[in-house]
């Protein structure tokens, strides 16, 4: 029966998801989904013929380094279906991949701490009914942060249940060093860093019980297996950009903004009998309660680059989980009391199963309809036309960096990041503006250019200076950043364009058009001594501080920033390091 029920809810899953969209050859789009197309496209044509996993890439943000600072095992397995299937049906059986684990992850993690098969099969049904909350849509491990691009986490978060469940079972049974909790660890660590800094601490709790050192050897070989890719990401952890995200400060917020959504507050004190009857029965759940509690204890106190929202999916999942385990419970209680025959228990786990699960999926408003947009692909889109005829004209121009125009009314291609993709669909023609923001140092200085040159744009950090639209003004901009081409969207920034002698109208692609930009330099030989910005050193303990709060630390980003805020300075350059000659300044 076990078998049947964790089945049964990865099917539902997966029709859920439209799997007759799914198999169409189209390319997915919608929200940040539609971008990360690009970057396992990019480790299969280019980094792995050159025998590497990560490397530079020129496609975004006037270059940067793809696959350090984000998490490679998707797109290893994109890259691998691709082999016997279209490129964007491997891409969408990937992206929803990490859903459909989750039922069989949350069967493996009851069972590991101890619950019986009937328990074990209701609160995998309950794991199930975690995917379908609807109440936030980008903290990670439900349909909607899915659709909305966070699918390496819906992985991660699968592979760190099944991880719990191996390791916790291991230590119950004091098993020594067994292969698959360690393959499940590195696949976690693999697939997103985030999930990984909560759950792995929270199982060293499992140091005491007995024959620990099959423990320490587990931990050992996981990170040896994910080192490869985890420790050039820890060394070069400091070149990437902090996107200021503000942190929540709401509770109980209907929308996502709190730390118990409406949705929950019925089942919560389900979640507390499950927490109690796991407690009497004896059940491992120490570092379950880790992971559930301490992103509500640490909630209102995260400042820093670890943004306060990113844990509390595990929050939210232990209370549908102990959920689970409660309603478990007491259906084995009655089976047991008004049951004699273990025959009849079948049937009363399936009805506990299917009492957990179906009103998460009954109050599931928006899944279907997201997956649809998403998995019909670009070219589904009804103005898939203007979309397609704008990249084949992009690619009859000479090679060159394209600046676009933002704006929001770019999703009726697919999502308001699609012209992200012109590297994809055009080669010589890498976008400015791309995904993956904190992996670029650049990120911050291209949407100052964006502000400039967009009607309305994005201004996706925070406290930056932001100036308004000013085709002037944007020019020294783009001459520093080697840009060729500009295309405007709205008929505001195509007037002032046509309007301004240096930009030059090449083509038309309605309702785009494409400007020539005046030429510039890839490369640009100081003819004058740059000043160097001495910040001081920044050491470790620092830089790990930045993960939770704001030590105001002052930094040659920081510097930067307020540097480029003025265009007259780009004549006078300033280096983070240089000679003892050079002049210092603070």
């Known amino acids: 029966m076990a078998a049947f029920v964790v089945g049964l809810l990865t099917v539902v899953i997966f029709v859920v998801m439209q799997p007759w969209e799914i198999f169409k050859d189209t390319t997915p789009t919608g929200g940040d989904m539609g971008a990360h197309v690009l970057v396992p496209a990019y480790l299969r044509d280019v980094l792995l013929p050159e025998g590497r996993i990560a490397g530079w890439s020129n496609d975004w943000f006037a270059g940067f380094p793809i696959l350090y600072f984000y998490f490679p095992l998707p797109a290893f397995l994109i890259v691998a279906l691709d082999v016997i299937m279209p490129y964007g049906v491997a891409f969408k059986l990937v992206a929803v991949g990490g859903l459909l684990l989750m039922p069989i992850g949350s069967y493996i993690l009851a069972k590991g701490i101890g619950a019986s098969r009937p328990i074990a099969t209701v609160a995998a049904a309950a794991g199930a009914g975690f995917v379908f909350l609807e109440s936030y849509a980008i903290f ?93 990401l820890l060394t070069n952890i400091s070149y990437t950009t902090d996107m200021n995200w503000v942190p929540l400060r709401f509770f109980g917020s209907p929308e996502a903004g709190g730390p118990l959504p409406t949705e929950l507050w019925l089942i919560l004190p389900l979640a507390v009998a499950g927490v109690a009857v796991s407690v009497w029965k ?146 010589g023609h890498p976008s400015m503006e791309g995904l993956l923001f904190e992996s670029s140092l650049t990120t911050p200085f291209h949407f100052l250019n964006a502000a400039e040159m967009s009607i309305a744009p994005s201004n996706p950090i925070p406290g930056l200076p932001y100036n308004g639209f000013d085709l002037e003004r944007a020019l020294s901009r783009m001459d520093l950043f080697n840009v060729s081409y500009y295309v405007t969207f709205t008929e505001e920034a195509t007037t002032a364009a046509l309007n301004h002698p240096e930009y030059e109208l090449l083509a038309t692609s309605d309702p785009f058009s494409i400007f020539g930009l005046p030429q510039s330099e890839l490369v640009v030989v100081a003819d004058f001594e740059p000043a160097v910005f001495e910040a001081g050193d920044i050491g470790i303990v620092d830089r790990a501080r930045t993960l939770v709060t704001d030590p105001h630390l002052v930094d040659f980003e920081q510097v930067g920033v307020q540097w480029y805020a003025d265009p007259a300075n780009a004549q006078y350059w300033v280096a983070e390091d240089g000679p003892p000659a050079w002049r210092r300044i603070d």
């Open 282 to 427: 004896r059940y491992t759940i120490a570092p379950l309660l880790v992971i559930g509690l301490l992103p509500v204890v640490v909630f209102p106190f995260l400042e820093g680059k670890l943004w306060n929202g990113r844990w509390l999916p595990y929050f939210f999942f232990m209370i549908t989980f102990f959920t689970g385990i409660a309603v478990g419970a007491a259906a084995v209680s009655v089976a047991r009391r008004w049951f004699g025959a273990p025959r009849s228990w079948a049937w009363i786990t399936l009805a506990a199963a299917a009492t957990t699960f179906l009103p998460f999926i009954i109050g599931s408003q928006s899944a279907p309809g997201w997956a649809n947009w998403n998995f019909s692909g670009y070219e589904a889109k009804p103005a898939y036309a203007e979309y397609d005829a704008l990249m084949n004209t992009i690619d009859g121009l000479p090679p060159g960096r394209v600046m676009w125009e933002a704006n929001s009314e770019l999703n009726r291609y697919g999502t308001p990041m699609a012209l992200m993709l012109t590297p994809f669909w055009s080669e």
């Open 140 to 232: 990670g491990g439900n349909i909607k942060s899915t659709m909305a691009g966070e699918y390496s986490f819906s992985w991660s978060m699968a592979f760190s249940l099944i991880y719990l469940g191996f390791v916790i079972d291991d230590a119950r049974r004091g098993n020594g060093f067994r292969a698959r909790s360690a393959l499940a660890l590195a696949a976690m660590a693999l697939s997103h860093i985030i999930t990984t800094m909560l759950v792995a601490p929270a199982s060293l709790l499992l140091l005491r019980y007995p024959n620990r050192t099959g423990r320490i050897v587990t931990w050992v070989a996981g990170f040896a297996l994910s080192a490869f890719w985890t420790i050039p």
